[in-house]
């Protein structure tokens, strides 16, 4: 099945939120075939009459992605190819610069190191259920299955639900949880996203809630596509944080995946890109043995035009921010 971050009613989610439409390139030839979604935006800097795009990742992860290899595996030259025909189609469609956030697991950066400046950013971490008769035995810290006993013991309790009718109490949680922690407006999504979410994945779509004394305290929305469990999005009630309901929650999804067949929960890194990163931290907690390398790439499909573009918007250094002229 196909992952997740590679589906177009994925990249759909972010088209009011990115400014952008969802598109697709895809590229084959003898030597295979390479399939690059992306978000194209209208770049609000104004040159010589002209409107000019580029291309995002959208939120989570994707980039470039080979589908399939003929025999003799040339994968260099296959993506040699794919490089040449999209940068023509960049100037076809006055397309300048692009971001992309490769995948960590699909490990899509290394195959395209020539087309891209590729650069690590981070780890991410999750928690592998393949492989491990007891995953939380193997994978969770022992000081995290000690909340998690105590939690338990003091009356904390879970529900799965696989396709949820709504999602409006996970939604006013979520909500108030972004606020509390000052999250960057980005993540407050709208009624549109969360109806959408629900339009787009359905039976995809996995629920977690904890309770105490029939109150939902803390939850938490998974996609699951076929091996893989994506961690999406989170919340949880301050005043019950004594309670340790994330630390719930991951046991509840560890718990139901490993009857699932799923091999892994993905659950990204932290909100820096620092070793010491307290949110990554936190998730090795529930993946002592579980880490990927996440990449970002970048890339000037027109070099004229994005310095008159850096330009005319007084932008800063490239190296501060890319591309420099938003």
């Not at 399939?68 to 940068?87: I, N, P, T, W, Y």
Request: glycine letters at 6%; proline letters at 3%.
């Amino acid at each position: 099945m196909e992952d997740l971050y590679f589906k177009e009613n994925y990249c759909r989610l972010y088209e009011e939120i990115e400014g952008g439409t969802c598109e697709v390139f895809e590229f084959e030839n003898d030597l295979g075939s390479i399939r690059h979604m992306f978000m194209k935006r209208e770049i609000p800097v104004e040159y010589k009459e002209n409107t000019y795009y580029d291309l995002t990742t959208p939120y989570g992860y994707g980039g470039p992605l080979i589908t399939h290899l003929r025999d003799g595996g040339q994968k260099e030259k296959l993506v040699a190819h794919f490089s040449k025909a999209f940068r023509a189609y960049c100037a076809e469609h006055n397309i300048i610069s692009e971001f992309v956030r490769f995948h960590p697991i699909k490990e899509n950066a290394k195959d395209f190191t020539s087309c891209f400046d590729v650069h690590f950013r981070r780890h991410t971490t999750g928690v592998t259920l393949k492989g491990f008769e007891d995953p939380v035995q193997e994978e969770f810290s022992s000081s995290t299955r000690k909340k998690i006993r105590k939690a338990l013991r003091d009356g904390v309790t879970y529900r799965i639900t696989v396709n949820p009718d709504n999602l409006e109490q996970f939604k006013e949680i979520y909500l108030k949880t972004m606020e509390r922690i000052g999250a960057d407006p980005m993540y407050f999504f709208n009624e549109a996203y969360f109806s959408n979410c629900l339009k787009y994945f359905g039976d995809q779509l996995v629920l977690v809630e904890v309770l105490h004394e029939s109150r939902v305290i803390g939850t938490e929305l998974h996609f699951h596509t076929g091996p893989i469990l994506h961690t999406h999005l989170s919340g949880s009630l301050d005043e019950y944080s004594h309670l340790n309901p994330v630390y719930v929650m991951t046991y509840a999804i560890a718990l139901w995946a490993k009857q699932q067949g799923v091999e892994l929960i993905h659950s990204g890194g932290g909100l820096t890109t620092a070793s010491d990163d307290s949110l990554y931290l936190f998730k090795k907690k529930f993946g002592r043995n579980t880490e990927f390398d996440y990449y970002t790439g970048y890339k000037i499909w027109n070099e004229e035009i994005y310095q008159q573009l850096a330009e005319l918007s007084k932008a800063r250094p490239a190296k501060e921010f890319f591309p420099a002229y938003r």
